[in-house]
């Protein structure tokens, strides 16, 4: 299985397809779309590898937005019906822990940027939400802002292997989130110079999804930095078997 | 960050750092599209949409440029007037339209009878949400040759004239015509006057507008007590386009009191005068008439108001003047200044140098100027034959013999005749009148010499005009004899260097220096 980095993408007409999905390294979420054409190139490209799963939150489909979540767990929104909810943890595989969080900020997605080991928070995120976050995630939890904003979700987007950032970050901020983060980061934009980095793309360990204006410089960046080139997913898989198996015995 | 280092606390210091242009792929600083500029440049052309070429209409005769409907802007090639004028004519339509802020604008250089005009602008506009991108473009301004609406009446007709001011004084000299011809020519009064033309009593001036006339009788009665109104006379009509074309004339009369004329005041203008002397001289007329009692040095301002309300003509005018021999003067007061100009009061002896026999009493006011022996110009009320309703009423008024008005320098002018003076003065461009008799001619010549002589003698009517340098003027080899006095003659300082642009005059002048 070659690895995966496709281009032009569009959700409806729409080039923002981190708003419409949610990709990490255990499973896939896709929105309900008009027609099954964002979903199929999700499942052409990850199905052998990892579930991909269509939901809405809360009756929306900017589910991307809405969610956080990495291999180990998924929050969801107070908004996030019973039925949704019920969904997910049948879709979903065990180990992932499906949460519904009673948080002020609803769209966690633009709140918490995660990978399996750092998130960067909302600087208003709630006491209990940062708890449950380092509960269910199990991640070690940081309240920061990126480049002046405090929506940290929307504007980085980072795997276990690299991160893309807001173009406007300075280097000092980049030096200290990629110290936070022990991952290299680098300040870029996705669809032809836009700033919103985790509207426009949606990615993991060993794939990445952009939208269709993404130029080719922009590509280029976001391959070398989160290293897609030289990603194989069965070796990672492989790992989180390997640790599993560790586990039992 | 701005708010933080203000309220003291310790900023860490940003370095911006550097992103890939998202098109290109150099790195750049980020900006708000995140491209660099050439690729912006590329992608986004704000000048979409403007007119490139303009057609502006000119016209040749008068040099200026239309700015619909009606206006014409007068303005040279790469002035800062036309500049503004290709500005506003680019900006109210395509600036507008498409939210373009203009910041520079600038001349580029074209053959001058390409009647091509090239402006280069320089425009910003707000591209991808909130980034404001900055292009020079250059719109061409093609110019089209057609006559203004007042050059096309004046070529059609050039003598046509739309309103005219026509001047009067019915007195029997041109003493103050002179004088005005001179006060017009120093503000510049008649600059827009068509035709200037001459008549008996007067001068006609006519011009194009009616707003001239207006300002020129205005500036008129500034300068002289005059009354004045106004007529029109249909000259044609458009019913559809309801316009009417008029032609205005405007009469102004000016007082029939001069300087120096003897006047015998009504007995109601007297009173309201606070009984000033029935027998005054006029001693200045501006837009007041300044009348002096020469017995008591009383004075008083007449404004031209007052004055027609109750119009009165002089006793005696300057034609009647006559001269005296001063035979003795017995100062009475002492220098008395009077509205500007200081008179003393004196008892002369005075004869008639017609009639050297018979010895005259008088009182004068030129107490300080006469000394026996000197020669006066005065009115004669001895000898006169005055026909004056005013004078007969009132009742026990004992006349003086005679009224001294001025010294007279004739026997010292004598000597000076026929030299020409250091100065000179301009004159309007004016027709004159079939040639008149000689005699009135003579007159004419007269009045003129008089004036000029008016001019030497005093220095407070050659303050409002402007004298020049004679060129012909040479100052004699053999020096000036002396008498003692000296005729008065106007001090070089206040002499105006004339103007003269072309290159042999220039030659000669600095020869001269």
Request: proline fraction near 4%; charge should be negative; glycine fraction near 6%.
């Amino acid at each position: 299985m070659m690895s995966g980095f496709c281009v032009g993408l569009q959700f409806e007409n729409s080039c923002e397809i981190g708003v419409f999905s949610k990709l990490t390294n255990a499973y896939c979420l896709v929105a309900i779309g008009g027609s099954e054409n964002f979903y199929s190139i999700f499942e052409s490209e990850l199905a052998d590898v990892i579930p991909v799963v269509k939901t809405s939150i809360g009756g929306t489909r900017i589910i991307g937005r809405l969610c956080a979540g990495n291999k180990n767990g998924l929050l969801l929104p107070h908004t996030t019906t019973d039925q949704e909810l019920q969904h997910l943890r049948n879709s979903l595989p065990d180990q992932v822990v499906v949460q519904r969080v009673d948080e002020r900020l609803s769209a966690l997605g633009n709140c918490i940027a995660c990978n399996d080991h750092v998130a960067l928070t909302h600087t208003d995120l709630d006491r209990e939400t940062e708890e449950l976050i380092a509960d269910v995630l199990g991640v070690e939890v940081f309240r920061q802002t990126i480049a002046g904003n405090i929506l940290v979700g929307s504007f980085c987007a980072f795997s276990n292997r690299g991160g893309l950032v807001h173009p406007h970050t300075s280097i000092e901020d980049l030096d200290e989130l990629s110290t936070l983060l022990q991952v290299p980061l680098v300040a870029g934009t996705v669809n032809r110079g836009s700033e919103v980095i985790a509207a426009g793309m949606t990615v993991n360990d060993w794939t990445a999804f952009c939208g269709s204006d993404t130029t080719a410089t922009e590509l280029s960046v976001i391959e070398s930095v989160f290293k897609l080139r030289e990603a194989q997913p069965s070796a990672i898989v492989d790992e989180m078997r390997k640790s599993l198996i560790d586990s039992y015995v | 960050m701005a708010m933080a280092e203000e309220a003291g606390m310790f900023v860490v210091h940003q370095t911006i750092g550097t992103v890939l242009c998202c098109k290109c792929g150099i790195p750049m600083q980020p900006s708000a599209a995140n491209m660099c500029v050439n690729c912006l440049r590329s992608e986004v052309d704000i000048t979409q949409g403007l007119r490139k070429q303009v057609i502006i209409v000119h016209c040749p005769e008068c040099d200026s440029y239309l700015m619909p409907p009606k206006t014409w802007i007068k303005c040279r090639l790469e002035s800062n007037e036309l500049l503004t004028f290709c500005w506003n004519k680019v900006k109210n339509t395509d600036f507008k339209k498409n939210k373009i802020r203009g910041v520079h604008a600038e001349f580029i250089w074209t053959e001058p009878h390409s009647k091509r005009i090239k402006v280069r602008f320089t425009i910003q506009k707000e591209v991808l949400a909130n980034a404001i991108f900055e292009q020079k473009y250059i719109v061409e301004y093609v110019q089209h040759e057609g006559m203004c609406d007042s050059c096309s009446r004046v070529q059609a007709n050039p003598d046509q004239w739309v309103a005219v001011v026509q001047l009067r004084q019915h007195v029997s000299h041109r003493r103050t015509f002179f004088y005005l011809e001179q006060i017009i020519l120093k503000h510049d009064a008649a600059a827009r006057a068509i035709t200037v033309k001459q008549m008996s009593e007067g001068i006609d001036f006519f011009f194009a507008n009616r707003s001239h006339a207006i300002k020129f009788v205005e500036f008129v009665g500034k300068v002289a007590p005059v009354k004045s109104r106004h007529d029109k006379q249909l000259v044609s009509h458009d019913l559809k386009s309801n316009n009417y074309n008029y032609k205005y004339t405007f009469s102004v009369e000016i007082c029939q009191i001069c300087r120096e004329d003897l006047i015998c005041l009504p007995l109601k203008v007297a009173a309201s005068l606070g009984n000033l002397g029935p027998l005054v001289i006029c001693t200045k007329v501006t837009n007041t008439i300044a009348l002096m009692d020469p017995l008591t040095l009383r004075h008083c301002f007449l404004d031209a108001e007052r004055y027609w309300r109750t119009p009165f003509q002089p006793l005696l005018t300057c034609r009647q003047l006559v001269q005296y021999y001063v035979i003795d003067v017995k100062i009475v007061s002492s220098e008395v200044n009077v509205g500007g100009s200081s008179y003393t009061a004196a008892d002369v002896e005075v004869a008639r140098l017609a009639d050297l026999g018979t010895v005259l009493y008088a009182k004068t006011h030129l107490g300080h100027l006469l000394k026996p022996g000197d020669y006066a110009l005065g009115y004669d009320l001895y000898g006169a034959n005055t026909n004056d309703a005013e004078l007969g009423k009132y009742r026990g008024l004992n006349l003086p013999e005679a009224i001294l008005i001025k010294k007279s320098y004739e026997e010292t002018r004598q000597k000076k005749r026929g030299k020409p003076r250091p100065w000179k003065l301009k004159s309007l461009n004016m027709e004159l009148d079939e040639p008149k008799s000689r005699v009135e001619q003579e007159k004419v010549n007269s009045d003129y010499e008089q004036f000029l002589k008016d001019l030497e003698e005093n220095p407070d009517l050659r303050f409002k005009i402007s004298l020049y340098h004679n060129r012909e003027y040479q100052p004699s080899e053999m020096g000036t004899v002396t008498d003692g006095e000296d005729v008065p003659s106007v001090p070089l300082e206040e002499l105006l260097a004339d103007l003269d642009l072309s290159d042999k005059e220039v030659e000669d002048y600095c020869m001269e220096e």
